[in-house]
């Protein structure tokens, strides 16, 4: 008898618990529901019609746009005699000898006339570096300067740093832009 006593017992509580579980759930359904509703929308019909007001634009409202931002350009359609400000372009590489000439060509061709390059090779075992140095010589020949490129080769870090996160600390103490720029080896621009 008081085996069955136990035994009804243990249905009983197992059937609170299993009651409360689901009443739980249901708690927590409603409130995603109304989190739901209350967070602020996007109305993606006004997004896709600013989107087409702005590819429809011509080319001379783009150009008044950045010299309402810059000042007066040289009417060339260049940068050149807007006072831009210096950006530093900081690129940790690590045995990106796949990828980092692609990625630093596409940046030291670009016509933003204001930057340097900080390639930074993290201890790499491939021939990253070598690729990074024969591309500072060979911009001697193509761009006329090699001072935007600048190599900096690191063979150690210290403990509690990966490689990664003291690669790009050492770009930004290197650099000496207003603005920073951190960007992956294997990109192209």
Same mark, same amino acid.
């Given at each position: 008898m008081d085996a069955g006593i136990d035994f009804s017992l243990f249905l009983l509580s197992l059937s609170i618990f299993v009651i +409360?579980?689901?009443?739980?759930? =249901? +708690? =927590?359904? =409603?409130?995603?529901? &109304? !989190?739901?509703? &209350? #967070?602020?929308? =996007?109305? &993606?019909?006004? %997004?896709? +019609? /600013?989107? %087409? +007001?702005?590819? #429809?634009? !011509? !080319?001379? &409202?783009? /150009? /008044?746009? #950045?010299e309402n931002v810059f000042g007066p350009s040289n009417g060339s359609g260049h940068l050149s005699n807007i006072s831009l400000p210096f950006v530093s372009i900081i690129i940790p590489a690590r045995n990106e000898e796949k990828n980092i000439k692609k990625c630093l060509l596409s940046i030291l061709n670009q016509n933003y006339p204001n930057f340097e390059v900080l390639a930074i090779d993290d201890s790499s075992t491939d021939n990253t570096l070598r690729i990074i140095n024969n591309i500072k010589e060979n911009a001697r020949d193509t761009l006329g300067s090699s001072n935007k490129l600048k190599v900096i080769s690191l063979s150690s870090k210290p403990d509690g740093w990966t490689g990664k996160t003291w690669a790009s600390h050492q770009g930004y103490l290197h650099a000496q832009g207003k603005i920073l720029l951190f960007t992956d080896a294997d990109t192209c621009f």
């Open positions: +409360a579980i689901n009443f739980s759930w =249901i +708690a =927590i359904f =409603i409130l995603s529901f &109304r !989190s739901n509703y &209350r #967070v602020p929308t =996007i109305d &993606r019909r006004l %997004k896709i +019609a /600013q989107f %087409k +007001a702005v590819s #429809v634009s !011509s !080319s001379s &409202r783009v /150009q /008044q746009s #950045v």
